[in-house]
């Protein structure tokens, strides 16, 4: 690395520690002007802390997580394959696209807590936040692959097809790899409002061992500690997926 990427980094390092030592602090003061006046006192960031690192040393906080987890990335899954497959339809079959636009302008406009419970009239509640966070990323994933298709150099196409290439390997060779960075950014759009819409669900329908069913039981019993502590769970499981989805596209770029 060299001397200006590393001060780079360290500029980058400092900035983000700054900000958020900023917030805790924001988040001290602002939790003791407000508890003056409340009955119900805001837990200040120390309180929620310890209630997180209780929350990590007992196992069935970890199977929440895990179910919480599952339930989630198997709905991004499913959506992020299947918009891919008809922004890919779409982005060949002009007619396709049109018969299509207004299931997916309904999809994207519909407030998601209206989605979720109108799903949940035919839904179980655990399946719940995984069709709802498939119902989110579709849309997403399916707008970007269309994107990536209308980019597409279609001269090369063309060269392709006079040099004997057949339409699968123009798919596989020249199409895909010209339009994977679109779909790559509409999968990490994708991932964080996945997650967002999953827990959501969660919270609504309550399905037992979940963390958005953990949240609603907190609050219920006035547990505002244990709420601040869930949500940072949420907010970190999100941070560390998304993340994580990073890496693996960069591993397989190299």
């Known amino acids: 690395m060299t001397i200006s990427g590393m001060q780079s980094k360290i500029k980058k390092t400092a900035l983000t520690t700054?900000?958020?030592?900023?917030?805790?602090?924001?988040?001290?003061?602002?939790?003791?002007?407000?508890?003056?006046?409340?009955?119900?006192?805001?837990?200040?960031p120390i309180?929620?802390?310890?209630?997180?690192?209780?929350c990590l040393g007992e196992a069935d906080f970890w199977k929440?997580?895990?179910?919480?987890?599952?339930?989630?990335?198997?709905?991004?899954?499913?959506?992020?394959?299947?918009?891919?497959?008809?922004g890919m339809l779409s982005g060949k079959f002009n007619a396709f696209r049109i018969f299509t636009a207004p299931a997916l302008h309904l999809v994207r406009t519909v407030p998601v807590a209206a989605l979720i419970i109108v799903a949940w009239l035919w839904?179980?509640?655990?399946?719940?936040?995984?069709?709802?966070?498939?119902?989110?990323?579709?849309p997403i994933v399916w707008s970007h692959t269309v994107t990536?298709?209308?980019?597409?150099?279609?001269?090369?196409?063309?060269?392709?097809?006079?040099?004997?290439?057949s339409e699968k390997d123009i798919a596989l060779k020249i199409k895909l790899p010209m339009i994977s960075?679109?779909?790559?950014n509409g999968c990490l759009t994708a991932v964080g409002i996945a997650w967002k819409s999953g827990v959501a669900a969660q919270v609504i329908a309550s399905p037992s061992g979940t963390l958005g069913a953990m949240l609603s039981s907190a609050k219920v019993s006035i547990d505002y500690s244990e709420v601040f502590a869930?949500?940072?769970?949420?907010?970190?499981?999100?941070?560390?997926?998304?993340?994580?989805?990073?890496?693996?596209?960069?591993?397989q770029k190299k």
Request: hydrophobic content about 60%; glycine content about 6%.
């Open 18 to 44: 700054g900000s958020v030592i900023f917030w805790i602090l924001f988040w001290q003061i602002g939790a003791y002007l407000a508890n003056k006046r409340l009955i119900i006192k805001i837990p200040y």
């Open 148 to 165: 990536g298709l209308n980019s597409v150099d279609y001269k090369l196409v063309e060269m392709a097809k006079v040099f004997g290439m």
């Open 230 to 251: 869930v949500t940072l769970a949420i907010v970190l499981l999100s941070y560390f997926v998304e993340n994580i989805l990073k890496l693996i596209w960069k591993e």
């Open 64 to 86: 929440i997580v895990f179910v919480s987890l599952f339930q989630i990335l198997v709905g991004f899954v499913i959506g992020a394959f299947l918009g891919t497959v008809l």
């Open 47 to 54: 309180e929620a802390v310890k209630s997180f690192i209780n």
């Open 181 to 184: 960075p679109s779909i790559r």
């Open 123 to 138: 839904i179980p509640s655990y399946a719940l936040p995984s069709f709802i966070s498939f119902l989110m990323v579709l």
